[in-house]
């Protein structure tokens, strides 16, 4: 089991950066892929960014292609999210989430593949 925990969130102005940081805590963090999901309110959860075992492999939403990248450091236990030229509509609770479910290359983007969640990290972008 891995316990998830994010920060970074915060609030900021449309065209500003913000990094999102995940500590995994528990087994260690390269036996489990890992993605960043978003849920606005009223909406549901969706898939922003995933990164697969290795961190050779990544996936993102056709929203935010471009403008953030998913990284990880298997060392330090540690998932991010660079989150640049921020838009209102990134506006929503971030999730960090990661499963033990797959291979060392693959990147999953389906919520219901994910096992571990964290608590989330509301990031509000005004125009």
């Known amino acids: 089991q891995v316990l998830l925990v994010e920060s970074g969130g915060g609030l900021v102005q449309a065209g500003d950066s913000l990094r999102l940081s995940c500590a995994a805590s528990?087994?260690?963090?390269?036996?489990?892929?890992m993605g960043w999901f978003r849920q606005a309110p009223g909406k549901e959860r969706d898939f922003v960014a995933g990164?697969?075992?290795?961190?050779?492999?990544?996936n993102y939403a056709d929203s935010v292609k471009g403008r953030f990248t998913i990284s990880r450091n298997n060392a330090r236990n540690t998932l991010l999210l660079q989150m640049n030229s921020l838009k209102p509509e990134d506006t929503a609770v971030y999730y960090c989430?990661?499963?033990?479910?797959?291979?060392?290359?693959?990147?999953?983007?389906?919520?219901?593949?994910?096992?571990?969640w964290g608590q989330g990290t509301q990031v509000t972008v005004s125009s």
């Open positions: 989430a990661a499963t033990p479910r797959t291979s060392w290359g693959v990147v999953i983007t389906a919520l219901r593949e994910y096992d571990y």
């Open positions: 528990g087994r260690t963090s390269s036996n489990y892929a």
């Open positions: 990164i697969s075992r290795s961190g050779l492999y990544t």
